[in-house]
Nanobody, 115 residues
Framework: VQLQASGGGLVQPGGSLRLSCVAS????????MGWYRQAPGEQRELIAS???????HYADSVKGRFTISRDNAKNTAYLLMNSLKPEDTAVYYC??????????WGKGTQVTVSS
């Protein structure tokens, strides 16, 4: 399974970005999809995940601001990030797996929130 993430960049506080993650490979391995982030000096954390059926889960730090979604026909997951804060600055990674989003990883995309 290969994952390709895109959509990162520089945005002002309060702004929005949408990340995309395209997965290719055997479909049974692309069930759970998720987004992680890692800020400098911190551990990588799971911030949003979505099952094949569309059930979602969010970390408290992003709940109400970020929305994860997926297009199963395109094997693509999205992360819409609204009301961005400087503390959202991090490298964002997408991941997938048959049960949890932890088996296959894409390269990260940098998100910087700064004025």
């Amino acid at each position: 399974v290969q994952l390709q993430a895109s959509g990162g960049g520089l945005v002002q506080p309060g702004g929005s970005l949408r990340l995309s993650c395209v997965a290719s490979g055997k479909n049974f391995n692309i069930n759970a999809m998720g987004w992680y982030r890692q800020a400098p000096g911190e551990q990588r954390e799971l911030i949003a995940s979505i099952t094949l059926s569309g059930r979602t889960h969010y970390a408290d730090s992003v709940k109400g601001r970020f929305t994860i979604s997926r297009d199963n026909a395109k094997n693509t997951a999205y992360l819409l990030m609204n009301s961005l804060k400087p503390e959202d600055t991090a490298v964002y990674y997408c991941a997938t797996g048959p049960f949890r989003p932890e088996n296959y990883w894409g390269k990260g995309t940098q998100v910087t929130v700064s004025s």
